[in-house]
């Protein structure tokens, strides 16, 4: 579903000639083609699934933060600005994060799913949460608050 939406949005930024959101839809395609290989190559399929592209989709905006960051830093302001509209871009892709309720409760939730009772079950706990919710909230974040929650 989301490969033909990238396809259909290229096509589109290619027609009303969009040269950021063009070299931005190529990068994104580019991306999920390697994975496509590598996921081959290790026989699990000829492509991912969609949220293995939303955890794609996550790091190139994690990196273009990091990159926007730098240019900041270093005085480079029209890069950085640069990086900042692909991140725009990349983001119409994302579902919509969770809130910090939906979030607690999201954790709640999977805690008692999978009865965990200990930091031993931080793992399963994630694994639950990721099935469901990959691209629609932070997992580091997650993580420091199940193990807050498991610690208690």
């Known amino acids: 579903m989301l490969r033909t939406k990238f396809k259909n949005e290229l096509s589109e930024a290619m027609k009303v000639k969009d040269s950021l959101k ?19 190559r290790k026989g699990n399929g000829d ?8 955890v794609i989709l996550a790091k190139l905006i994690k990196q273009r933060n990091e990159a926007a960051e730098l ?15 692909e991140i725009e871009i990349i983001n119409t892709f994302m ?5 910090k309720i939906e979030l607690d409760k999201v954790i709640d939730d ?13 793992g399963r706990v994630i694994s639950k949460i ?8 932070d997992f580091a974040d997650v993580t420091q608050m199940i193990r807050k929650r498991l610690e208690r």
């Open 22 to 40: 063009v070299s931005t839809l190529r990068l994104i395609l580019a991306a999920v083609k390697d994975r496509d290989l590598e996921a081959r």
């Open 71 to 85: 240019y900041t830093n270093a005085g480079r302001n029209e890069l950085a600005e640069s990086e900042s509209k």
């Open 95 to 99: 579902p919509k994060m969770l809130t």
């Open 130 to 137: 990721k099935e469901d919710y990959t691209g629609r909230c």
């Open 110 to 122: 999977s805690i008692s799913i999978v009865e965990a009772k200990s930091l031993r079950d931080l």
């Open 47 to 54: 492509q991912i699934s969609d949220s293995n592209i939303l």
